[in-house]
Every structure is written in structure tokens, then in C-alpha cells.
């Protein structure tokens, strides 16, 4: 198993500048510039994903509509493959959190449930459609818990 390397990224006009420590760059085969380079495209193609869900739901909100827990879903899984992403080229953010809530404009303690919401059900369809995301919120890892439990219960029978 590869050692992955932390990696922090700066907005920097339209995308992101990618940084590591020095003494990790010395151990990589690779072209470190390039390497870098496509660690701040992957960050800023996932990043552009979510901004783009987070502002479907903001309109949702603004409308007073509810947001629905299986779009809220969708961003805790877009940030899953955005992890599984940067791993592949061995790489893992320094403070994902932190990275998170600068560039997505959110608070960290919704985006923690976001992230709890989607680690307890791994699979979209185990969220009824019409369960809005308001009633999940509150009591998240509870709720993605008994959603998990009735559905392996119902998929048994």
C-alpha cells in the first residue's frame, strides 16, 4: 500500500496551486510540477461538481422547498470520490474539512453530517425519494443508521 502524501491547495485564480513538504517530493519518480498539476485539476473539477449541487440545493432552499436528503447524499459521495480520487495519485488533503469549507462556502459542522450522511449508506437507493434532507439533519448518523437497518431488513425478505 502506497503511502499517500498530504497535499493543501490555495485558490489561485480560476483553479487551485497544489502544495506538499519538500522532503515528500524527493522520494517521487514522477515530474513533481506534473504531478501537482493534475492534483489541482482533480481538486478543482470535484470542487466544481459540488458548488454546482451545493447551489441546486440553495435554490431549493431559497424557494422553501426541501432539499432532498438523497441530493445531500450525492455531495457527501461526490467529496467520497474526490478522497478515493486523490488516493489513486497519492495524495490526501492536509484538513479536508478545512479545504471543504473555505471553497464550498458551507459550515463545517453541516458538512460533518454531510459526510456522516453518506460514510452510513453507502448506496443512494437505501434513501427513500421523497425523504427531505430537514428531517435527517438533527439526529444524521441515527437516521442514515435506521435507513441502513430497514433496508438490508427489506432486501432480505
Not at 500500500?1 to 496551486?17: C, D, I, Q, W, Y
Not at 498539476?37 to 459540488?50: C, F, H, N, Q
Request: aromatic letters at 8%; charged letters at 30%; hydrophobic letters at 40%.
Amino acid at each position: 500500500m502506497k503511502k499517500l502524501t498530504f497535499v493543501s491547495l490555495e485558490p489561485r485564480n480560476a483553479g487551485f496551486t497544489a502544495f506538499v513538504p519538500m522532503e515528500n517530493l524527493a522520494s517521487v519518480d514522477d515530474d513533481p510540477e506534473l504531478l501537482l498539476r493534475a492534483v489541482s485539476t482533480t481538486y478543482a473539477r470535484y470542487i466544481g461538481l459540488m458548488r454546482s449541487l451545493k447551489a441546486d440545493t440553495d435554490n431549493l432552499r431559497k424557494k422553501h422547498i426541501p432539499i432532498p436528503a438523497r441530493k445531500v447524499w450525492e455531495l457527501g459521495d461526490i467529496i467520497f470520490d474526490l478522497r478515493r480520487e486523490l488516493s489513486q495519485q497519492a495524495f490526501e488533503l492536509d484538513g479536508l474539512y478545512d479545504h471543504l469549507v473555505r471553497d464550498l462556502g458551507v459550515k463545517r459542522k453541516w458538512l460533518e453530517k454531510v459526510i456522516i450522511f453518506r460514510r452510513y449508506l453507502p448506496r443512494k437507493a437505501i434513501i427513500p425519494e421523497s425523504l427531505p434532507w430537514g428531517r435527517c439533519e438533527k439526529s444524521t448518523r441515527k437516521v442514515a443508521e435506521s435507513l441502513r437497518e430497514a433496508y438490508i431488513v427489506d432486501s432480505e425478505t
